[in-house]
């Protein structure tokens, strides 16, 4: 297998973020490697999945020549409060300063207050190759334009964004709720929520020159663009700035909403260490599509000799 994919939704937790979250007495929490949230039920950790040389070897495997990790963000840090949030994101952002070669990463910022300065500077750095917003903070047109001056950093970094599932609330009659509940029902609600929301805003009209990445397909939210055609909707053009990774899904899956966006706007993300990557889709030049040129294309750089790769370990 070729050895030049680039995964751009990975998730690894560094030393120093670990001890912070084992220190807190309220969610988010370790207790040992066993996380506790406020909307989920405790997850054991398997630590081995937090070894940056171990997961440079899976990857290796599985042809991954770089990996983006991200802050977890159903988690809920970025929501806490600042004086919680700043924290254990600057615990992150030190964290992935210190991996090996094979990774890059997702700034955070606190849903309160962003330092904008700092993220500026984070966002000139190589180690950083964009934002990552909950889509918890972008479920409506005027969310989208709350987080505006944030926006605006990376769009003039030319750094794109991923928007990630954020934090699940869940009330005291929740609780019978089936394990994968979650990431099957919540998290696919706030990414189709957060997908509508900036067609809604005319986000393209707002951030001309901004790149965006969906996780999981948008949660299948390209699919109901002819449900938007029926109750109303104008039709909207494919944005080339408008990405969506394959975390979460299958062919089948993926196949409508290429049909709908075209194979350009499909990237690699596999949300590693919870599923492997995609290896194969829809033949040679749709998986080399997906797996490298896509993906350098959201980041900003090509591969193979075709331009400038400034990424490269």
Request: charged share 20%; glycine share 8%.
């Amino acid at each position: 297998m070729r050895s030049d994919a680039i995964d751009v939704h990975q998730h690894l937790w560094p030393a120093e973020l670990v001890d912070r979250l084992r220190a807190r007495t309220r969610p988010p929490y370790l207790r040992g490697w066993t996380l506790h949230t406020d909307g989920e039920p405790p997850y054991e950790v398997e630590p081995a999945a937090h070894d940056p040389e171990a997961r440079a070897s899976v990857d290796a495997d599985d042809g991954t020549d770089l990996a983006c990790v991200s802050l977890s963000s159903p988690l809920g840090i970025e929501a806490l409060p600042r004086r919680d949030a700043a924290p254990l994101i600057r615990a992150w952002h030190r964290g992935v300063g210190d991996l090996p070669g094979h990774f890059r990463a997702w700034a955070s910022v606190p849903a309160t207050d962003p330092d904008l300065d700092g993220l500026r500077g984070l966002l000139g750095e190589p180690r950083f190759i964009g934002l990552q917003l909950p889509a918890t903070q972008l479920l409506t047109p005027a969310a989208w334009e709350r987080a505006a001056t944030v926006l605006a950093v990376a769009e003039a970094a030319g750094a794109p964004v991923l928007v990630h599932p954020g934090p699940l609330p869940r009330a005291p009659f929740d609780r019978d709720l089936p394990g994968w509940w979650p990431a099957v029902v919540g998290y696919t609600a706030q990414l189709t929520a957060a997908w509508w929301a900036w067609h809604a805003v005319s986000g393209r009209a707002l951030f001309p020159r901004l790149r965006v990445v969906f996780v999981a397909a948008a949660g299948l939210a390209p699919v109901h663009h002819e449900r938007h055609a029926i109750r109303g909707g104008r039709p909207q053009p494919v944005d080339p700035g408008l990405y969506v990774d394959s975390s979460g899904y299958g062919p089948r899956a993926l196949d409508a909403v290429v049909r709908v966006l075209g194979i350009d706007a499909l990237v690699l993300g596999s949300d590693r260490p919870y599923a492997p990557p995609l290896t194969e889709l829809f033949g040679e030049a749709a998986t080399r599509a997906v797996r490298v040129t896509n993906p350098a294309r959201l980041l900003g750089g090509t591969r193979a000799g075709e331009q400038t790769w400034p990424f490269a370990s």
